[in-house]
């Protein structure tokens, strides 16, 4: 199983960034999919998962800033960030999911970095 997450960087408070997940090893259309972060020094975090009824879920700090999305048949999952503050960075890692807010499994991709300068 590979996740392949990308498109994190540095990016200014108040700015955008649009992560992306590539995963394979498993039929993803299959799973409810997540994003999850962690931040230096902290235990990793739900961040939003999206279903194939379409149903999303967020964490508080994700609710209206982020948008979670998926296609089934391009395999990929994407998870949109505008609003960032330094509090963001992290992290972020993609996932299957179990339930609404959490991963399935143990495993976990390498992730892709997300800094927010102030």
């Known amino acids: 199983i590979q996740m392949g997450e990308s498109g994190g960087g540095l990016v200014q408070a108040g700015g955008s960034l649009r992560l992306s997940c590539q995963p394979s090893?498993?039929?993803?259309?299959?799973?409810?999919m997540g994003w999850f972060r962690q931040a230096a020094g902290k235990e990793r975090e739900f961040v939003a998962s999206?279903?194939?009824?379409?149903?999303?879920y967020y964490a508080d700090f994700a609710q209206g800033r982020f948008t979670v999305s998926r296609d089934n048949e391009k395999k990929t999952l994407t998870l949109q960030m505008s609003g960032l503050k330094a509090d963001d960075t992290a992290d972020y890692y993609c996932?299957?999911?179990?339930?609404?807010?959490?991963?399935?499994?143990?495993?976990w991709g390498q992730g892709t970095v997300v800094t927010v300068s102030s």
């Open positions: 996932n299957r999911m179990g339930s609404q807010r959490v991963h399935f499994g143990e495993y």
């Open positions: 090893g498993f039929i993803f259309s299959s799973y409810g």
């Open positions: 999206v279903w194939n009824d379409g149903k999303t």
